[in-house]
């Protein structure tokens, strides 16, 4: 098994930045991907990002390209989401996961953190 943990969360101004943080232990060796999905109620729980836990590949939604980035400590099993230029439509639960199989399909993964919200004010 691996157990997951986000932090970082918080409310935001507009404009504003945040990081979030994904510590993972357990089975780490089963990770093929790191992902970042958010969902908010009512929608459908939506991918983020991602990264390659070995080759340090990246992912995106078209949604935060150029304003977050994801990526993982050098020494530790922390992966990181730096969110900057952050807007209203960002609010959301943010959750940290992993993938046994591809970066983008949410049934890929099959292991969750319990999420931390952020909340982007106008």
């Known amino acids: 098994q691996v157990q997951l943990v986000e932090s970082g969360g918080g409310l935001v101004q507009a404009g504003g930045s945040l990081r979030l943080s994904c510590d993972a232990s357990?089975?780490?060796?089963?990770?093929?991907?790191m992902g970042w999905f958010r969902q908010t109620p009512g929608k459908e729980r939506e991918f983020v990002a991602a990264?390659?836990?070995?080759?340090?590949?990246?992912y995106y939604a078209d949604s935060v390209k150029g304003r977050f980035t994801i990526s993982r400590d050098n020494a530790k099993n922390t992966v990181y989401l730096q969110m900057n230029s952050l807007k209203p439509e960002d609010t959301a639960v943010y959750y940290c996961?992993?993938?046994?199989?591809?970066?983008?399909?949410?049934?890929?993964?099959?292991?969750w953190g319990q999420g931390t919200q952020v909340t982007v004010s106008s």
């Open positions: 996961a992993v993938s046994v199989g591809s970066p983008y399909n949410l049934r890929d993964y099959n292991a």
């Open positions: 990264f390659n836990w070995s080759g340090g590949r990246t």
């Open positions: 357990g089975r780490t060796f089963i990770i093929g991907f």
